[in-house]
T-cell receptor, first 109, second 116 residues
Framework: AQRVTQPEKLLSVFKGAPVELKCNYSYSGSPELFWYVQYSRQRLQLLLRHISRESIKGFTADLNKGETSFHLKKPFAQEEDSAMYYCALSSGGYQKVTFGTGTKLQVIP | ETGVTQSPTHLIKTRGQQVTLRCSSQSGHNTVSWYQQALGQGPQFIFQYYREEENGRGNFPPRFSGLQFPNYSSELNVNALELDDSALYLC???????????????FGPGTRLTVL
């Protein structure tokens, strides 16, 4: 069975401080990992995926297979980063995506 | 390019009733997935339709069923509603070439279902 764990329901940081949103997963095969974001009053949208190895809005995430983690990082938080962040895992030949419970990021001005 | 739309926005039903939720895929997309998001939880995969056929299912009972139409729009039907079915129902569409695989999913705004 596949599982995604986001241990923090709420993460509060000051503007300009580094951000790390934690994500651990459980899956026996080779997963694809994603971060989705939901800004206030907006729909869920893809932020980044590990196979792209890209930085979006200053966020990066590295897949660590040894620690089964895919933490989301940003060196300097901005107020507009305040949102709900979901880590997600996909496996198999179809797009079943397993989501974590989400972490609310609150950036304090 | 039109994004994913869902109807209705909100819906109130009573226990035992049946409900149909609708999703219109983003233009050009051929795959639709449905998710249930209970309050305070992440979305949970219900099932996926690819080229009008069910292509994978999560841990949901058979009273959750769906359809995908030739224009790739989709319906989610839930029979014999239970109180625990109260949730936000999301659909997501994507474009998949040559068969099911993981690709970027574009989510709709959701339908809020309340079961009394």
């Amino acid at each position: 069975a596949q599982r995604v764990t986001q241990p923090e329901k709420l993460l509060s940081v000051f503007k300009g401080a580094p951000v790390e949103l934690k994500c651990n997963y459980s899956y026996s095969g080779s997963p694809e990992l994603f971060w989705y974001v939901q800004y206030s009053r907006q729909r869920l949208q893809l932020l980044l995926r590990h196979i792209s190895r890209e930085s979006i809005k200053g966020f990066t995430a590295d897949l660590n297979k040894g620690e089964t983690s895919f933490h989301l990082k940003k060196p300097f938080a901005q107020e507009e980063d305040s949102a709900m962040y979901y880590c997600a895992l996909s496996s198999g030949g179809y797009q079943k995506v397993t989501f974590g419970t989400g972490t609310k990021l609150q950036v304090i001005p | 390019e039109t994004g994913v739309t869902q109807s209705p926005t909100h819906l109130i039903k009573t226990r035992g009733q049946q409900v149909t939720l609708r999703c219109s895929s983003q233009s050009g997309h051929n795959t639709v997935s449905w998710y249930q998001q209970a309050l305070g939880q992440g979305p949970q995969f219900i099932f996926q339709y690819y080229r009008e056929e069910e292509n994978g299912r999560g841990n949901f009972p058979p009273r959750f069923s769906g359809l995908q139409f030739p224009n790739y729009s989709s319906e989610l039907n839930v029979n014999a509603l239970e109180l625990d079915d109260s949730a936000l129902y999301l659909c997501a569409s994507s474009l998949v070439f040559g068969g099911p695989s993981t690709d970027t999913q574009y989510f709709g705004p959701g339908t809020r279902l309340t079961v009394l």
